[in-house]
């Protein structure tokens, strides 16, 4: 029944997306940048494609933080126009879409004046899809006081909600009678990492919620599934990467940490939690996961986390594994009709893209040798649907 | 005859050396005859040869784009060129004069451009300055202002009262007084805030600050404040002043303030402690205000005249300085590219292009101008050869008659090399066909007089730069359609609905019933008016005008398999010729052409008096097929039975041409593979041999066979692509001639939609006469006059006309044309200098 009404007041934004589709460098492109020498040969090279327009007044020796930038504020640019032709849920949900890049902009701002790096600097590094006004602001920031820069700063912004609950539930984990100089210790410890990943994953699941609730059914078709995930890739993740992690020295402190990390959607919960949360190994997780689908496969090409020290830019990591699984499942998503999958969609396609871009600038900026295994690591979005 | 085929391409070599390359190339594009081939379109633009001097041409198109876009800033008119030719001698003249080599011209201008452009930069840069400086005074102005009147009067007062030693001014910045009074010391803190920020700033100030301060926010009333980085756009400030606790030693309060200010990029100003000061300090900001401002307006006339400079008409060209630039610089660009479609080998650049026929003299003879023209200079070397890889591109010259109607061909696919154009006949039978569904005197008359218009005043419209410019393009068109509309008007005898009795009518009423004056009379000209007056008015008109679309569209057709035969002989293709073109023209006429054959010998008989043994043409084609060989009854001649026989034959005829165009051509096709295969197998063997005995074997030869080898189809591939165009010429033949109906179809809905407007708006008021039809009539007219213009001259021509299109590009081409043929691109200057001149109107 939604299908029949999706195109009165989505149809055109649905549109737009759509014709956005052909803006997607194709392998042949991605074949041909590989052959670009050098960077401003790179840069001419993509002044014939989509990007023509977002590069053409700069020099060509285009560093690649700039690069990044330019193509990021393309697509920023692309989706504002679609928010601003949408209405209804659709804006709400676009809106919901860019929160995720909110987050990345705060934690980031966060980090950065921890580390005392220029406030121009870090400003000119927004991501400009996750940009509002009140991020300038974080400047007020003294020490780690994360709640007196929630109740100055961030409390009416978008991600406020997410950082309220993100204080309290770190505030309840600490013991009985906690003290205010334990709350300063622990907000001394956080690395800004952990407050990234709860915040994502509190995001992800606010966001379920309100696709479940908000959403037509041929949407939330769609984009359940694909939420559920990416909130089990998020969980593998967490596991993984505390496996063998120096910082988590006891077990319970690791259970804890995890249990306050891993999303509570998804497919693996809350069946397999148990199993995951205790799991130490490489093994243990392959064990745990393996009713779910096809994670068992995905991890079985994973390197081991306890091995960490020997990994370098050949290893098939396991985000590369899941950025590849991922990319299939959002280029068939994509291609679905009447959903607002395809805006999520496109919108993860298109950082692909510029995660693929800005590689290819790195390796080609470093003058690796061609046969260098580092050049095949790239996903090519819609590569997937052709075989 | 090169618009009934292609002209005939032929492949030449081109070989010219490097260091003439750009001599050579320029006065070839000046030729207009040459199509390039690109040696290897597989390579990228970026990695040839060339490609640098693009990318140099690119940048500077870019700076003046920059600069045009300030010209325009400053609502400076470009005298854009108007004529490209004056522009390409000015050129010539240009080369010529100067001592150095002609393509060190553009170094001039990149070095030229790049002086202007940064000197422009620098302008504009410096009146960003000071219009920033500009701002932030008008800002300190109204912060004096807006602060004085949100502190009030008192506050100078106590301020006063500090400079007499009670009080203790602290910090180094003037802006932030702080105030003792009793033992409370209170700071101030004055200055401007974008409008749109202003309720964020509250907000974030009562948080971080619990709410221990008193502020006011103004909003400025002056709209000078610009920004200049984006389009001169009027910013909103709003000054504010906050007053918080402070002094002694708790600074926090201070340094939180302190960096909301930083996060809010807010300016400081200095705010004076008393009231001699706030003037002398007012004083000073109005005085730097007024210079600044008169600095402002020299720089920005400053920058006029700079302007000025690129809008000079230089007399030679007559157009703006800037524009003759770009377009020099899109005409070097276009050089480029063409010779971006040669191959470096050693110092020669070796290219390939098709010319048409008899025009090597002229190009050998440009490559001898250049000769002589440039001692030192090698000339370049012309070698006819043979053809490689792609077939030759379709060249037909066209003129301004039937430039629109091979556009029309063109938009459906453009004719293979050699093949017959349907163009040519386009010009003919497209303005017929429109004309006959279009067909109405009046309005006919009306398309007519605006073709004759267009063409007459062809000039003076294009010099007044008139609405109707953009039509001029299609004005033959719209004078052929008028006029067969306006012909076929007379054919219908509808005159907007009403058919006129110019002639006198045949008929006369006699006793209230309509009766011929004499037997014999015919009414001179089209149809008698008379039908307008009986019942059976429509029925009569639809019949008529079914069987008359039904006659054109078998003839149209037909003409269609005709040309399919000629194609067949041109190409030497007898294969086609006796199994396809003749079975399928015989099939054609037994079947349809019998049918027009029919309607055409009932029409001769007089049925006066004997109407309801008219046999029905209908029912007879579909006895024909479902009762062969039976009685025909009623008869159309004699008792019936050489008329059934007759049929029989016919389609007998018609079954048997099936077979005939199904099944001998797949038979054929196929063992002229497997011939070819085996002769390619014998090669192989040959080459085999010949390659054990030289190693390095040919590769041209090689890359043909590989060719071959895709060709290579299966018998079961052919006889389904036969199958396929069996099925579709023989049901197309049915659709196709069924199709043919809208030119019956859009004529009725045109008379019928004429009708009704004439009915609705002008009827009435005729009818009723006297003053109140008087007035009746004048409003009628008006609505009448609308609705005729919108409805049927607008809506109702694009119909016709896009139903026209459609007759010729499914019903007509389609019997003959293959349509997958390549255009010929001409390498020319003018070409592309005049497709930028287009772009700025």
């Known amino acids: 029944m939604d299908l029949c009404v999706f195109g009165v007041d989505d149809g055109y934004a649905e549109a737009i997306i759509r014709g956005l589709r052909a803006s997607f460098l194709t392998e042949a492109q991605y074949q041909q940048m590989k052959n670009c020498a050098s960077i401003p040969e790179l840069k001419s090279f993509l002044e014939e494609t989509d990007y023509q327009n977002c590069l053409q007044a700069d020099n060509p020796q285009i560093p690649t933080s700039i690069l990044r930038q330019r193509l990021k504020k393309k697509l920023a640019d692309e989706f504002e126009y679609i928010e601003a032709q949408s209405t209804g849920t659709l804006t709400k949900y676009l809106f919901h879409l860019r929160c995720r890049f909110m987050i990345d902009n705060v934690v980031n701002m966060i980090e950065g004046l921890k580390n005392k790096i220029d406030i121009e600097i870090l400003l000119s590094n927004i991501d400009p899809l996750g940009w509002f006004p009140e991020i300038k602001n974080i400047k007020v920031l003294e020490g780690d006081d994360y709640s007196s820069l929630y109740r100055d700063v961030l409390i009416d912004t978008p991600i406020g909600v997410y950082f309220m609950k993100f204080l309290e539930e770190s505030i309840e984990n600490l013991h009985e009678n906690r003290t205010l100089n334990d709350i300063q210790n622990l907000f001394r410890e956080m690395k800004p990492e952990y407050i990234r990943t709860s915040l994502k994953k509190m995001w992800l699941e606010d966001f379920y919620v309100f696709c479940e609730q908000e959403l037509m059914p041929t949407s939330q078709e769609v984009l359940l599934e694909l939420l559920k995930f990416e909130a089990d890739f998020k969980t593998i993740q967490v596991i993984y990467n505390s496996i063998g992690n120096r910082d988590l020295n006891t077990a319970a402190k690791i259970i804890t940490t995890r249990k306050q990390l891993c999303p509570t959607i998804g497919n693996l919960y809350p069946d397999c939690e148990k199993m995951y949360l205790q799991a130490m190994t490489l093994d243990t997780l392959r064990e745990a996961v393996k009713g779910c689908d096809n994670y068992r496969d995905l991890l079985k090409d994973a390197p081991d986390p306890l091995k960490r020290e020997e990994f370098n830019v050949q290893t098939k990591t396991l985000d590369d594994i899941m950025y590849d699984d991922e990319c299939r499942r959002y280029a068939l998503a994509f291609d679905g009709q009447g959903s607002y999958g395809v805006f999520y969609s496109y919108l993860k396609l298109k950082e692909q893209e510029i995660r693929n871009i800005i590689w290819l600038a790195e390796m080609i900026s470093r003058k690796l040798a061609k046969n260098h295994p580092g050049w095949k690591k790239i996903i090519i979005p819609f590569s997937h649907l052709g075989k | ?841």
């Open chain 2, 1 to 841: 005859m090169n618009f009934f085929r292609s002209k005939t391409m032929s492949f030449q070599k081109l070989i010219i050396p490097r260091e003439s390359a750009w001599d050579i190339m320029n006065i070839l594009a000046e030729q207009d005859c040459i199509h390039f081939v690109d040696f290897d379109p597989s390579v990228p633009m970026i990695n040839r040869l060339f490609s640098n001097h693009i990318k140099r041409c690119d940048d500077l198109l870019i700076k003046l784009s920059f600069i045009e876009h300030e010209i325009k800033k400053y609502q400076k008119t470009i005298t854009y060129s108007k004529d490209v030719n004056l522009i390409v001698q000015n050129f010539k003249l240009l080369i010529r004069d100067r001592s150095k080599a002609s393509q060190t011209y553009l170094d001039n201008v990149e070095i030229d451009i790049e002086k202007k452009h940064l000197q422009l930069i620098e302008q504009v840069n410096n009146l960003e300055y000071l219009y920033e400086k500009r701002n932030k005074l008008i800002e300190h102005k109204y912060v004096m202002i807006k602060g004085q009147a949100i502190l009030g009067k008192s506050f100078f007062q106590t301020a006063n009262y500090v400079a007499e030693g009670f009080m203790n001014i602290q910090g180094k910045q003037l802006d932030y007084i702080k105030l003792l009074q009793g033992s409370i010391k209170f700071n101030y803190l004055v200055s401007v805030i974008n409008k749109e920020d202003k309720i964020r700033f509250k907000r974030i100030i009562f948080r971080i600050t619990k709410g221990n301060v008193w502020m006011n926010i103004m909003d400025i009333d002056n709209y000078e404040i610009i920004d200049t980085t984006n389009n001169n756009l009027r910013l909103l400030k709003s000054v504010f002043v906050v007053v918080y606790p402070g002094g002694g030693g708790s600074n926090l309060i201070t340094n939180k303030l302190h960096k909301i200010c930083e996060s809010f990029q807010i300016t400081k100003y200095k705010f004076p402690e008393n009231n001699i000061k706030f003037q002398e300090i007012l004083k000073q900001v109005e005085t730097d205000l007024v210079e600044t401002k008169n600095l402002l307006q020299m720089t920005q006339s400053q920058m006029d005249a700079y302007l000025d400079d690129f809008l000079s008409v230089s007399h030679n060209s007559k157009c703006s300085e800037i524009e003759e630039l770009k377009l020099f610089l899109i005409r070097e660009k276009y050089l480029y590219t063409q010779l971006n479609y040669f191959q470096l080998q050693g110092s020669a650049l070796y290219g390939s292009m098709w010319l048409p026929e008899g025009m090597e003299i002229k190009i050998e003879k440009a490559l001898k101008e250049v000769q002589n023209k440039n001692e030192g200079l090698p000339a370049g070397y012309l070698q006819s050869s043979l053809p490689q890889g792609s077939s030759p591109p379709t060249y037909f010259e066209t003129n301004e008659i039937t430039w629109g109607f091979q556009e029309i061909v063109n938009t459906y696919g453009i004719p293979r090399y050699k093949e017959i154009n349907p163009g040519l006949l386009t010009v003919m039978t497209f303005p017929f066909l429109f004309g006959v569904m279009f067909a109405d005197i009046g309005h006919g008359l009306c398309l007519l007089l605006l073709g004759l218009y267009l063409c007459i005043y062809n000039q003076d419209i294009k010099n007044a730069n008139s609405v109707l410019k953009h039509t001029l393009i299609v004005r033959h068109m719209l004078l052929m359609m008028g006029f067969w509309a306006f012909y076929n008007g007379w054919i219908y005898n509808d005159f907007m609905s009403v058919p006129l009795n110019l002639f006198g009518s045949q008929n006369e009423i006699n006793q209230y019933k309509w009766v011929l004056k004499d037997e014999s009379c015919v009414y001179s000209f089209g149809i008698d008016p008379v039908w307008m007056c009986v019942t059976n008015e429509l029925t009569f008109i639809n019949s008529y005008k079914m069987k008359l679309a039904v006659i054109i569209g078998v003839i149209h057709m037909s003409f269609g398999i005709i040309l399919k035969g000629l194609n067949a002989i041109y190409f030497k293709n007898w294969l086609d010729f006796f199994f396809e073109f003749i079975p399928q023209l015989i099939f054609f006429i037994c079947s349809f052409g019998w049918m027009d054959f029919l309607i055409i010998y009932k029409w001769f008989i007089n049925w006066t008096g004997r109407t309801d043994e008219a046999p029905s043409v209908i029912t007879l084609m579909i006895n024909m097929i479902l009762a062969p060989g039976q009685q025909v009854i009623p008869p159309l001649w004699g008792d019936g039975i050489s008329e059934a026989s007759t049929q029989t034959a016919m389609l007998l005829i018609a079954l048997i041409c099936i077979p005939i165009i199904l099944i001998p051509k797949p038979l054929f096709l196929y063992h002229r593979v497997k011939k070819q295969e085996k002769e390619i197998q014998k090669n192989q063997t040959q080459k085999d041999l010949y390659r054990e005995l030289n190693q390095e074997s040919n590769l041209q030869e090689s890359i043909k066979i590989s060719k071959q080898e895709i060709h290579h189809e299966d018998f079961g591939d052919i006889f389904v692509h036969q199958v396929i165009e069996t099925i579709e010429f023989l049901l197309g033949s049915i659709s196709n001639t069924a199709s043919y109906l809208r030119l019956w179809a859009l004529s009725l809905a045109h008379g019928q939609l004429a009708e009704v407007f004439f009915q609705m708006c002008l009827n009435g008021g005729i009818s009723s006469g006297g003053f109140v039809g008087a007035i009746r009539l004048v409003f009628g007219y008006s609505v009448f006059s609308l609705i005729t213009f919108g409805v049927l001259m607008m809506m109702d021509v694009m119909e016709c006309f896009l139903h026209a299109l459609r007759l010729h590009w499914v019903e007509f081409q389609s019997k003959f044309f293959k349509a997958d043929g390549y255009a010929f691109q001409k390498c020319s200057y003018l070409k592309v200098m005049k497709e930028n001149v287009d772009l700025n109107e």
